[in-house]
């Protein structure tokens, strides 16, 4: 039997799950994340988790992996030494940005730096229209002659963005020819072979945000592979991408733009996989983990898509303060809120949580490697949520006295609080943080927070997923089995996919459709040699959408295309399309207006693989009690001994009363207050919550 491994490389730790066929038990792994060498965390993680389930090397047939190391060299500027050729005239493009101001009262409003700085943006006199004709032809001398300034200016990467190539790309392909005959050991990424659509600030930026990390990226998965082969793993190394697919090592070296948002997408992946399985098409996913929380909708089976996102932002929670990014990811919201944030005391006296995280190293002060700041984790032993002996099932132990001495110099002692309530304050205005951003997360869709269960996972998440539901008023949480490695899992719920894009924009009514057609064709055409090279041609799968507006309107929606060839004939049936999508995002339409086509998107999609995961065989124990211990319970603001329960031993058809605590090795399932909680026939928790007034 062929084995699978997934690994995704998070803020403190790196998660790994073993499964065989998919159908049945599966083996568990969580090292600490080794951000200076992250392979070695995956390497170290991967050896533990084939000894601990006896399983040879030999017998993995997929490493399927998502890592936030290309985040960290965006975020920390520890890329390439970049460039940026473009047309003449537009040099200062990627830095006038949109020209307006996202927060007009911020009189100290910060904007990213421009990857490539001016001195390192470059003008060739070339002009394509936007209707792709050549108005002005490039002058290759032009073109040498600049290779030969980029050589002298030490250049490591060079991003090609001319006006009007996602029309007419001649101009680019000449200038990347040119660039790898002169230029071999430099890094090149053409607009037009990574994001062929309109708005050339956003397609500048993705561009060079693409390039800044290619050689980060094709250093890493090739050292990554060739680790794997060495410790005798033959099998195919895949890359979760940010829009919930998975690609091949080759594809992932030559575009990690698309990996940015990996491991995020693959806990929403997994959320969804769950939901289909206990019969929720619609949920909300909050994944917790030791440097930030994730929420995410899950609206009729499936994660949301958005078509751009932003990285480096200057402030977290504002659109508009970071570099855009026009990829294909799955739509969530991310709060400077996990396991490791710390709690501090700020001017005015008041408690403040995150978005400042210790991290791996040193991490929490009860990791007793040389954190002194207190942390949401530490607040969580201190309430005595967390086992100090139990902690990844007893390979770390934890320090309680470490948490009580930080929590009690940094946060109790100056706001002359006992340690119990700087402890919960700590905890409820992290679960506060997290209930908001969801809720404005889940209105600004168009959906209603409240009627949507809460799938809890991540190494926090079960931890703190009874408090946010009580303040989002959620029915119900789902706690899987393997929270605390969830996006690790989510990797092997995934499909080989991957997105094209081509701009044509036209009134709805007098579109050239034979063009569209021929468009649509060629990149399904690419959608088959780029997943054709690992899965059969005729297992490969197509969804279509068109970007459409209001005529006059600046932005777009994505709205699906019917099966079948595209015609004049279809126009009404599209724009019906369009008016479902356009009034459940903002609960109106407009009669009568002209509507325009912008851009026309492919999916080309592999099969899904099958994935039914119980409980592993053998962990179960004689009983589900374990003992109990002193919780911290806020509806009496007191201490309370709490009944501890083993989870692995928690049969189908178990139910229990909270409060209560159930512990797995990865993660901590806490109830403070009333609630039902039963077992499913796949291991997941099932709490009802009760009504609130």
Known sequence: MGYRVGADIGGTFTDLVLVGDGEGSFEIGKVLTTPGAPDDAVMAGTIQVLADARVSADAVEQVLHGTTLFTNALIERKGARTALITTRGFRDAVEIAREHRYDMYDLYMRRPEPLAPRHLRFEVDERVLADGTVRKALEESEVQALAARLAEERVEAVAVCLIHAYRNDVHERRIGEILARMLPDVAVTLSSRLVREIREYDRSSTTLANVYVKRIAESYLGRLRTRLKDAGIAGSLFVMQSNGGLCEVETAREFPIRLVESGPAAGALAAAHYGALLGHKDLLSFDMGGTTAKACVIADGEPLIASEFEVDRQYQFKKG?????????????????????????????????????????????????????????????????????????????????????????????????????????????????????????????????????????????????????????????????????????????????????????????????????????????????????TIPPRSIRFRRFADMRYRKQGYEVRVPLPEGALSAAQRKTIRAAFEEVYKALYGHTVANAPVDVISWRVIALGPKPKLRLRPAAGRARDAMAKGSRAVYLPERKAYAQVAIYDRYAMAEGAVIEGPAILEEREATVVVTGRAAIRVDPWGNLLVDMPDQP
């Open 321 to 533: 303060s970071g570099l855009p990014v026009k990829i294909p990811a799955i739509e969530m919201i991310e709060i400077g809120t996990g396991g490791g944030s710390i709690a501090r005391v700020d001017a005015m006296s008041r408690l403040r949580v995150g978005p400042e995280s210790a991290g791996a190293r040193p991490g929490p002060a009860c990791y007793g490697l040389g954190g002194a700041e207190p942390t949401v984790t530490d607040a969580d032993l201190v309430l005595g949520y967390l086992d100090p002996e139990f902690f990844l099932g007893g390979r770390m132990r934890l320090d309680p006295d470490a948490a009580r001495k930080a929590i009690a110099e940094k946060v109790a002692g100056p706001l002359g609080l006992e340690l119990a309530e700087a402890a919960w304050g700590i905890h409820q205005l992290a679960n506060e943080s997290m209930a908001s951003a969801a809720r404005i997360h889940a209105i600004e869709r168009g959906k209603n927070a409240e009627k949507f269960p809460i799938f809890a996972f991540g190494g926090a998440g079960p931890v703190h997923a009874y408090g946010v539901a009580r303040i989002l008023r959620s029915p119900r949480i789902i706690y899987p089995m393997g929270a605390g490695v969830m996006s690790a899992i989510g990797f092997l719920t995934a499909p080989l996919s991957f997105d094209f894009v081509r701009s044509f924009p036209g009134p709805l009514d007098d579109l050239d459709w034979s063009r569209v057609a021929e468009l649509i064709g060629e990149m399904e055409e690419e959608g088959r040699r780029i997943l054709g090279r």
